[in-house]
């Protein structure tokens, strides 16, 4: 039978009990890890620059020879310990490779932190006879150990994102859990290893045994600031709009400066202005823009955003009152029973804020994916749109349309031209909106668009 496996990675952090989770590993048949391979300072363990055959220079050239160098030259299942800041160009290749086995390796935070700042203190990283433990105690500095919890978060969150997209799974074990026979002959049999331990590795000895209150100098301010930190994320805003692409083809160009559109906003005015500096090009693929970005190495990149209130309703007499986008007009009028005129038919206003207000309920439920409507681009969240203009290239500056004059000359001032007059024009959709509004709708847009205003500070409209 063929094994699951060709070779391992242990994920972990430093204080974790990786060494002694290694010790383990390497008290199996036909299993060698090799310490801290991708350690930018060293190879597997410390003042070590070369293992097998491959220098630090070449790792640092090239890392992923040194992994096939550790395959091949190893008989058995090869492995290492990885941490969170470890050469970040290993981690893709290992989590994707299904013959390469993941075993995650975690602990209590806290734990971890303090057992860190007394090995700091102490200078002692490995313990193997217990009459040379040296002791002191951890001082807690919660914006260190803040920092600490949200790389290890990341890292987690990395990794989960990695198995889940690879389809893949790990073995998860716990510091508790790694001096456990059973565990680890389970661990074992996840990797394919044939035979068992009779009891863990002897050689390391457990450091600091204490209670973490007789570890800490100051526990009882740890305490304070641990309770203030939101363990559940109950803080967080959920977010269930789907990833928005970069919409590099809604990109206009013109002088040295890019216009990155948020449908929906002053886009007929910006791009008039843009045409001051010179002649437009747009309809860019990502190959076409990067190659006018350098060949105009001089510029800057803008989008605008639009209040809210204002960019809904805009879009709502633009692209729901014209019929200009019909699939979706048809399915706010049979299955969100919205009172829609013909295309191109005046409402009376009570009937307009009414169906206005009904559209706004509607964007609440279709901007968290609750509806079966797709998502037009005028319709998204500001939010979601400049995140997915970032996965090409983020804007040099994000302007306001109320100040929009004082942005874009800003914007002239820094290519060093002379600033274009913003054209303006009457907009009967804010006249309309202007009569309508009331605290019923600025309440229902805040509903829909909770992250734009949480985000960028938005007030009400008025």
């Not at 009882?220 to 970069?246: G, H, I, Q």
């Not at 970005?293 to 001089?298: D, F, Q, S, V």
Request: proline share 6%; aromatic share 10%; charged share 20%.
């Amino acid at each position: 039978m063929r094994q699951p496996f060709d070779s391992f990675v242990l994920l972990a952090e430093m204080r974790t009990g990786s060494n002694f989770l290694e010790a383990n590993l390497n008290a199996m048949p036909r299993v060698a890890c090799y310490g801290e391979a991708f350690n930018p300072h060293f190879i597997g363990k410390l003042n070590q620059d070369e293992a097998f055959g491959v220098t630090l220079a070449q790792r640092e050239a090239d890392p992923l020879l040194l992994l096939q160098q550790m395959r091949a030259q190893t008989e058995g299942l090869s492995g290492f310990r990885y941490f969170h800041d470890h050469d970040p160009r290993v981690l893709p290749a290992v989590l994707s490779d299904p013959r390469c086995a993941k075993v995650i390796l975690t602990r209590n935070p806290v734990e971890s932190y303090v057992s860190w700042k007394i090995a700091q203190a102490t200078g002692q990283w490995k313990l193997t006879q217990a009459k040379r433990l040296k002791t002191a105690k951890a001082y807690f500095d919660a914006t260190e150990f803040s920092d600490h919890l949200a790389q290890l978060q990341d890292f987690q969150l990395r990794l989960m994102h990695g198995l889940q997209t690879s389809g893949q799974t790990a073995f998860y074990i716990d510091y508790e859990d790694i001096n456990d026979t059973d565990v680890l002959n389970g661990l074992g049999r996840f990797l394919g290893i044939e035979g068992t331990l009779a009891a863990p590795d002897g050689t390391l000895k457990k450091q600091n045994p204490e209670e973490i209150s007789d570890k800490v100098e100051n526990f009882d301010e740890m305490v304070a600031a641990l309770a203030k930190l939101d363990r559940f994320n109950l803080s967080r805003t959920p977010n269930f709009e789907p990833r928005r692409a970069p919409a590099v083809p809604s990109f206009v160009a013109a002088g040295g400066a890019v216009y990155m559109p948020l449908r929906g906003g002053p886009e007929d005015s910006v791009t008039q202005w843009l045409a001051g500096l010179g002649p437009l090009t747009g309809n860019f693929s990502q190959k076409t823009l990067r190659q006018w970005l350098r060949n105009t190495p001089k510029h800057r990149s803008f989008t605008v955003l639009r209040h809210p209130v204002a960019r809904a309703h805009a879009g709502f007499c633009s692209h729901i009152l014209t019929g200009a986008l019909p699939k979706i007009r048809e399915g706010l009028i049979k299955s969100y029973k919205i009172a829609l005129p013909k295309p191109g038919t005046m409402m009376p206003l009570d009937a307009h804020r009414q169906a206005f207000l009904d559209f706004l309920r509607f964007l609440k439920l279709n901007v968290a994916g609750q509806t079966g409507l797709r998502i037009d681009p005028h319709f998204a969240s500001q939010t979601a749109v400049i995140q997915g203009f970032a996965q090409f290239q983020g804007p040099d500056l994000v302007l306001r349309e109320e100040s929009l004059a004082m942005g874009l000359g800003f914007i002239a001032s820094e290519l060093g031209i002379e600033c274009p007059p913003l054209p303006s024009a009457p907009d009967p959709a804010m006249d309309i909106l202007s009569q309508i509004y009331d605290e019923e709708i600025e309440a229902a847009t805040r509903d829909a668009y909770g992250r734009d205003y949480m985000g960028y500070g938005f007030g009400n409209w008025k």
